[in-house]
Antibody, heavy 123, light 108 residues
Framework: QVQLVESGGGLVKPGGSLRLSCAASGVSLSDYYMSWIRQAPGKGLEWVANIRSGGDIVYYAESVKGRFTISRDNAKKSLSLQMNSLRVEDTAVYYC????????????????WGQGTLVTVSS | QSALTQPASVSGSPGQSITISCTGTNSDVGDYVSWYQQDPGKAPKLIIYDVSNRPSGVSNRFSGSKSGNTASLTISGLQAEDGADYYCSSYTRTSTLVFGGGTRVTVL
C-alpha cells in the first residue's frame, strides 16, 4: 500500500521557520521526481517545488524562491522542505507528492499524494 | 492569478456529459497537461496525464483533449460521485508546474 506521510506542520509567526518532512512506504522514490504542492484554505492548488530523482536539480515557484529549500534522501525514502522567512500568505496545507512516471520529465504529473500537513503563519 | 484559466463552476444532470476547459494565459498549454479530481478534505487524484491518457483504475468516462492553447476534460455519463473540484496542470519548459484555478463540478 502506497503511503506518503507528511509531518512538521504547525503554527509559526511571520518571519519564522519550519521544516516539513515526508516519509514514504510501499512506493519507490529513487527514480522519480518528488514535489511539494500547497493549498491555501478554500483556494486552489499551487506547486511549490520539485526535486529530481538524484536530488541534484531543484526547481521552485517564484513565490518561495530564496526562502524554501527542498531536499531528499532516497536511502531513507524521505523528502523535506525547509521553510524560512515565512509569510502569512504561506499559510496552506502542504502536500508531499511523487511523480506518476519515472525520468526527467516525470514531474509533469503527480500520482501519489500524502494527506497533507497544515502550516499556519500568523502573529 | 493562475497561468491556466478554468471556469469556476460547471454543472450537469446525471447521465449528461460536461466539459471543463483549461486555457493558457501567460504560458503555453503544451503536451504535458494533467487533470486532477479533488473531493473536499482529500488529496487530489490524477485522472488524466499527457493530455489524454488515463492512469489504470480511472473510469473511461473521463477523457482529455487539447486544441491549440486550450485543454479540455470531458466527463461522460455524469454520476453523483463526480461532484468534486477539478484542476488542470501544465508542465513548462523550465520544469515548473502550473495549476489552473480549479472548477467545481455540481451534479444537479
Amino acid at each position: 500500500q502506497v503511503q506518503l506521510v507528511e509531518s512538521g506542520g504547525g503554527l509559526v509567526k511571520p518571519g519564522g521557520s519550519l521544516r516539513l518532512s515526508c516519509a514514504a512506504s510501499g512506493v519507490s522514490l529513487s527514480d522519480y521526481y518528488m514535489s511539494w504542492i500547497r493549498q491555501a484554505p478554500g483556494k486552489g492548488l499551487e506547486w511549490v517545488a520539485n526535486i529530481r530523482s538524484g536530488g541534484d536539480i531543484v526547481y521552485y515557484a517564484e513565490s518561495v524562491k530564496g526562502r524554501f529549500t527542498i531536499s531528499r534522501d532516497n536511502a531513507k525514502k524521505s523528502l523535506s522542505l525547509q521553510m524560512n522567512s515565512l509569510r502569512v500568505e504561506d499559510t496552506a496545507v502542504y502536500y508531499c507528492a511523487r511523480a506518476f512516471l519515472p525520468g526527467d520529465w516525470g514531474g509533469r504529473s503527480i500520482r501519489h499524494w500524502g494527506q497533507g500537513t497544515l502550516v499556519t503563519v500568523s502573529s | 492569478q493562475s497561468a491556466l484559466t478554468q471556469p469556476a463552476s460547471v454543472s450537469g444532470s446525471p447521465g449528461q456529459s460536461i466539459t471543463i476547459s483549461c486555457t493558457g494565459t501567460n504560458s503555453d498549454v503544451g503536451d504535458y497537461v494533467s487533470w486532477y479530481q479533488q473531493d473536499p478534505g482529500k488529496a487530489p487524484k490524477l485522472i488524466i496525464y499527457d493530455v489524454s491518457n488515463r492512469p489504470s483504475g480511472v473510469s473511461n468516462r473521463f477523457s482529455g483533449s487539447k486544441s491549440g492553447n486550450t485543454a479540455s476534460l470531458t466527463i461522460s455519463g455524469l454520476q453523483a460521485e463526480d461532484g468534486a473540484d477539478y484542476y488542470c496542470s501544465s508542465y513548462t519548459r523550465t520544469s515548473t508546474l502550473v495549476f489552473g484555478g480549479g472548477t467545481r463540478v455540481t451534479v444537479l
